[in-house]
């Protein structure tokens, strides 16, 4: 006690902060409100920014708990970080927004915490491609965003907008095109095999895939960039550079409003509908925060939310938002989409990857 | 001053910080490469630890063999090409007055702090058709049209001889600027031109560092990986490249960490050989 007299503090003001210290301790939840955080990884740059500005902020002023967001770079990439930090037992986010191939990958090595349905409200109200499961039936990702890949064009080179996929392959377009650099996030097997071959199921058998591969191969000279960074592709695009190619529909539409000369097409084969899941890395012990946040974004309300303000496409079923046809037009489209064997990434992933270099290098 | 052999082990003692810096920094890092080039790789997920050579055995086809000469042939000319600009250049430049030559020193290791990623986007604008140099060239009315001059072999050896340039300078400008300028005096005064006595006194006089040198931007630009992708078509790749590609993308440690090791060894080799050539034409001398 001696050195409290030296220090200037009465015994009083001792004694006080005790009982301060016991109330905090007798109601944990105050305490709980202030601590209770959550990192959640979604992709950089523009992702990120519309997050951080209409949705967070939202969460965090419904239920109290802070959110950290990290930017990821392309899912492929985070998902390598993430395992080597789990094998180390670190999270460097908590949850994160996954692609299906990387969840499926992920799953793979028992990356993911598995997931509680009974703690989701709206968890029946999902769409069926938004549920990620573990072969046992546990749930692996719950389906955060959806989004498209579609038949991009710069209006002051081409006036009239494409209809078809088969305008990648169009002669007439020679040097002109940026496509995506992976076989893994390109899904041009399938738009081949969509648009030429009657239907992704071409796929099933090594035949159909090396025929997709020879139809494909007719699209080299047409391809001025095979980009892996979107930021590479968006500013040739705007700028007319680049004056055709697959993008984001969600993006190029913000492009389009900023007033860039550029448009997104649903192609009469249907746009690439992929989609990102909420993933919780088992080095996380946020088990109980994870599942409010994503009870919390699998809301019809936030869903429409983030139709409007991210210009991403629901995972709920249409019936159960409030968007209007023309709000659910700009996101999402009524053709049939054209769906990724994300199967094929997993299990033939190396072969695949090995054809599509040797294709598009040599 | 004269050098006593080391005889007792405290005399070794002063290599102990540089041989635990390499081993912490090299040789462990370096070591996991090899172990984990030997792994198995699981398809779709990671790897689990084992002796494999499959990795290797995928690495030996006409295909990467086509990208490994590539990558060579093309960090072979960035070499030759830096050396054959910055050799003059720093001459030139140990000849100026002490204040030019700070001005130049500071400017190049200004572009030093330039990422790659910045080079390669600055040189991207530049060859564009849109917002490119060509537009220059259309308002002098040198050219009727704007051109692209991207992608394209031109692009990439651009994009890494300015990336590699400056460090060619710094590294020849401390041998440069020690050389006996006698050695010149005395050729001229036996009658060569600047030019003859530049060719024939200086180069040889300084053929170790020019040796060196290309050895050094060899070896940086064998790594480049970022301005193949963003200044080439997907034939311009280099293995760098498709290491990333294979780490990063397809999650598939083994085979990168394969490739890397052998272009790790096929470059020793090539510097080996050409010290070894080096070497013997100089005791031929």
């Known amino acids: ?362 | 001053m004269r050098r006593e052999p080391p005889r007792t082990i405290a005399d070794y003692t002063p290599l102990a910080f540089p041989a635990i810096m390499l081993i912490i920094f090299f040789v462990v890092p370096f070591s996991t490469m090899i172990a984990v080039s030997f792994f198995r790789r699981q398809q779709g997920g990671f790897y689990t630890p084992d002796f494999v050579i499959d990795n290797y055995g995928r690495f030996l086809s006409a295909f990467f063999g086509g990208v490994l000469g590539f990558s060579l042939m093309l960090a072979i000319m960035v070499a030759v090409i830096c050396v054959a600009i910055a050799f003059p250049f720093t001459y030139l430049l140990t000849k100026t007055s002490r204040r030019v030559q700070i001005v130049w020193l500071v400017c190049l290791l200004s572009v030093l702090s330039l990422s790659e990623v910045i080079i390669g986007f600055a040189w991207s604008t530049l060859f564009s058709r849109t917002a490119g140099i060509t537009n220059l060239l259309v308002a002098a009315g040198l050219m009727s049209e704007p051109q692209a001059l991207l992608p394209g072999f031109g692009a990439v050896l651009t994009g890494m001889v300015y990336q590699a340039l400056p460090y060619t300078i710094l590294v020849l400008y401390p041998a440069l600027v020690r050389l006996d300028p006698t050695l010149l005096e005395a050729a001229r005064t036996l009658g060569a031109s600047p030019l003859r006595g530049f060719i024939n006194i200086i180069v040889p006089a300084l053929r170790n560092t020019i040796v060196a040198t290309l050895i050094m931007v060899f070896v940086f630009a064998l790594g480049s990986y970022l301005l193949p992708q963003i200044l080439g078509r997907p034939r311009h790749w280099t293995l760098s490249v498709l290491i990333t590609d294979q780490a990063i993308y397809q999650s598939n440690m083994p085979f990168a960490a394969a490739m890397a090791v052998f272009l790790v060894l096929i470059s020793l080799a090539l510097v080996g050989l050409t010290l070894l050539v080096g070497g013997r034409r100089e005791a031929t001398a």
């Open chain 1, 1 to 362: 006690m001696k050195e409290l007299h030296k220090t200037g503090v009465s015994r009083r003001k001792v004694l006080a902060a005790g009982m301060a210290g016991v109330g905090m301790l007798a109601m944990p939840s105050i305490l709980r409100a202030q601590d209770r955080s959550l990192k959640v990884g979604v992709y950089g740059g523009y992702f990120k920014d519309s997050f951080d500005e209409n949705i967070f902020p939202e969460f965090t002023k419904a239920t109290g708990i802070a959110v950290e967001s990290v930017a990821e770079p392309t899912g492929e990439a985070w998902l390598v970080q993430l395992e080597q930090a789990a094998r180390a037992g670190q999270a460097p986010a908590d949850l994160s927004m996954m692609s299906q191939t990387t969840t499926l990958k992920g799953q793979e090595t028992e990356l993911w915490t598995p997931l509680d349905p009974a703690r989701i409200g709206n968890y029946d109200d999902l769409l069926e491609p938004f549920i990620a499961k573990y072969p046992d039936g546990l749930v692996a990702g719950i389906g955060a965003v959806a989004w498209y890949i579609t038949l991009v064009s710069n209006t002051d080179v081409y006036p009239e907008a494409p209809d078809s996929w088969a305008a990648l392959w169009d002669p007439a377009n020679e040097d002109k095109l940026g496509l995506l650099a992976l076989v893994s996030n390109s899904f041009l097997l399938e738009v081949t095999a969509k648009t030429f071959m009657g239907g992704t199921d071409a796929l099933d058998t090594e035949e159909g895939q090396l025929k997709a591969f020879e139809k494909l191969a007719e699209v080299k000279p047409n391809v001025r960039l095979w980009y892996r960074d979107e930021a590479q592709f968006e500013q040739a695009l705007k700028s007319g550079e680049i004056p055709m190619g697959q993008y984001y529909h969600d993006v190029t539409g913000l492009a389009a409003a900023d007033g860039f000369p550029v448009r997104s097409t649903f192609p009469k084969e249907g746009g690439i509908q992929d989609s990102g899941n909420w993933v919780l890395s088992r080095a996380s012990d946020k088990v109980e925060e994870a599942h409010i946040f994503i009870d919390y974004m699998s809301r019809p309300e936030i869903q429409s939310l983030m139709s409007r303000k991210v210009g991403t496409a629901p995972t709920l079923k249409r019936d159960k938002l409030d968007l209007t046809d023309k709000e659910f037009a700009a996101v999402s489209s009524e053709i049939d989409p054209i769906v990724p064997r994300y199967d094929l990434y997993t299990s033939k992933s190396d072969w695949l990857n090995q054809k599509w270099t040797e294709m598009i290098v040599g």
